[in-house]
């Protein structure tokens, strides 16, 4: 049972994740209980039907007192947006940050969000300040990703410039709500629940932060391109029609 003081849930979505995992693990788990007013702080990896040990990895790093490691497990791979959901879903914090198994986002960042958090979500930026990206990804996954962008500005949400940085810091109780109602399995998550967010009356900060590169991305340029511009314009109807949730329970 998790504790209904816990400070801070760490969700990180893993698929074949054993060889990265641990460093990410043992980093997190350092700068947290270095920092301490995070504490106390549980780590939730939700393991989307890898075929290696990743749940394995996770279960086995050793972590100081105060923080957590619990590990979820999906029998089959769904898709980063329904490990997100899942890991939102078991989440007991008061805030919610979301990170990806390869810190490409350092952890340190995480203060950065906080000053931001007021509003009901923080999310991290590659975009608003490019000097903070340490080690540039490859033109053509640059390219896609500005063009991807101004699809989400024309379909979904305007006056953001980055929604798939993949560090996002949530209120923990709006964060629940928005797993509740998210539908989205695949890579467009992020933009389903920034737009739940902002129809429900939540601010949505963009904070530049630190950003790196690193190799063996699980994103497949091509195939995921498509199917994140097909939800795209699932949001866009969804939207249009008036199909997307309604939020009854009252502001954090």
């Known amino acids: 049972m998790v504790s209904s003081k816990t400070r801070l849930s760490v969700v990180i979505p893993a698929f074949n994740e054993a060889e990265r995992l641990p460093a990410t693990l043992a980093g997190t788990a350092a700068y ?34 105060d923080i957590t490691i619990r590990c979820l497990a999906h029998a089959q791979n769904r898709g980063k947006g329904a490990a997100v959901r899942t890991g939102f879903a078991a989440a007991g914090g008061e805030m919610i940050l979301l990170c990806d198994a390869d810190s490409a986002t350092p952890i340190e960042e995480i203060d950065r969000l ?13 975009a608003m300040d490019r000097a903070r990206i340490e080690t540039p990804q490859p033109w ?8 991807f962008n101004l699809a989400v500005q024309t379909l979904a949400v305007r006056g953001i410039k980055d929604t ?21 399995d695949g890579f467009a998550f992020d933009v389903e629940l920034l737009v739940q967010a902002r129809r429900w009356g939540f601010e949505v900060r963009e904070i530049p932060v630190r950003w790196r590169h690193v190799e063996a991305s699980r994103v497949q340029p091509i195939t995921h391109s498509r199917e994140m511009l097909f939800d795209l314009f699932r949001i866009w109807w ?15």
């Open 32 to 65: 947290l209980a270095g920092s301490g007013h995070w504490l106390p702080a549980e780590i939730i990896v939700v393991d989307d039907g890898s075929s290696d040990q990743t749940s394995e990895v996770a279960a086995s790093v050793d972590v100081p007192a």
């Open 114 to 126: 906080a000053t931001g958090i007021d509003g009901g979500v923080a999310i991290g930026s590659r």
């Open 140 to 147: 053509y996954r640059d390219l896609m990703g500005r063009l």
């Open 164 to 184: 798939q940085c993949g560090f996002k810091l949530f209120n923990g109780d709006l964060g629940r709500e928005l797993a509740a109602v998210q539908r989205l």
């Open 238 to 252: 969804w939207r249009t029609r008036g199909a997307m949730k309604n939020r009854h329970a009252p502001r954090p």
